[in-house]
């Protein structure tokens, strides 16, 4: 899979690649607060065999409000999303049920605007996840690969399916502090848990969440300065 853009803004003008061929998204909806009002961008598209779907939306909360509202919301349902900044937008992801979600916002006169995007890696038959420069737990899945580069930020965020019998943050713990990695937070909640690390100008922030059947699901944000 060759480098896609995660500022989903930019999306829009791949949506000629959208064709017949192309799946349609089944994910559940992600959820809306009262108020927000959107718009397609890319109903059917799909960026190097990515199945794609875009949303634009505007909205009367703060983007302070906004934030608060999936961050509840997602880790309510979901156990622990993943929220990281890109140039000037914010970003909150999740991986739940097959579905990569992902919300970025900004200000926008008094409220906030900004996009939506849903994709589902399983129904990618081309394309392959790019490599990553980061541990991955033996026997793991890469599912999915993202990657931006805005004003020399430069975000990589991935999500992979760890097997079953494979500790994911005990592996994660020792295996980041091995090789230089300094812990900055480790937190638990009802559906998951959350790690921090930090290794000279790059931040680690890594979410797991169990599956039936034993598998872990892991959403990992990678932002350089």
């Not at 975000?155 to 097997?163: D, G, K, N, Q, S």
């Not at 848990?193 to 990678?222: E, M, W, Y």
Request: charged residues 15%; hydrophobic residues 45%; positive net charge.
């Amino acid at each position: 899979m060759k480098t896609a853009v995660i500022l989903l803004a930019c999306l829009g003008a791949a949506a000629h690649a959208a064709s017949e061929r192309v799946p349609l998204i089944q994910c559940p909806a992600p959820g809306r607060p009262a108020g927000m009002h959107l718009t397609w961008v890319a109903p059917r598209m799909a960026v190097d065999g990515l199945p794609l779907a875009v949303l634009r939306f505007t909205s009367p909360l703060s983007v302070k409000a906004l934030r608060s509202w999936y961050w509840r919301r997602w880790r309510r349902f979901t156990g622990h999303p993943i929220l990281y900044t890109a140039a000037s937008w914010q970003v909150i992801a999740r991986y739940r049920g097959g579905c990569f979600e992902t919300v970025q916002f900004a200000a926008h006169g008094l409220g906030s605007h900004g996009f939506i995007g849903l994709s589902e890696p399983g129904q990618a038959a081309s394309a392959q996840a790019r490599p990553v420069d980061f541990p991955i737990p033996p026997g793991s899945h890469l599912l999915l690969t993202l990657t931006s580069d805005d004003r020399g930020k430069r975000a990589e965020t991935f999500v992979a399916l760890i097997p079953y019998g494979i500790n994911a943050a005990f592996y994660y713990r020792h295996t980041l502090a091995h090789l230089g990695w300094a812990a900055q937070m480790n937190r638990r909640g009802d559906g998951g848990r959350g790690l921090i690390f930090q290794k000279g100008g790059t931040v680690a922030d890594l979410s797991f969440t169990p599956f039936i059947g034993g598998t872990t699901s892991a959403l990992v944000s990678l932002v350089s300065h």
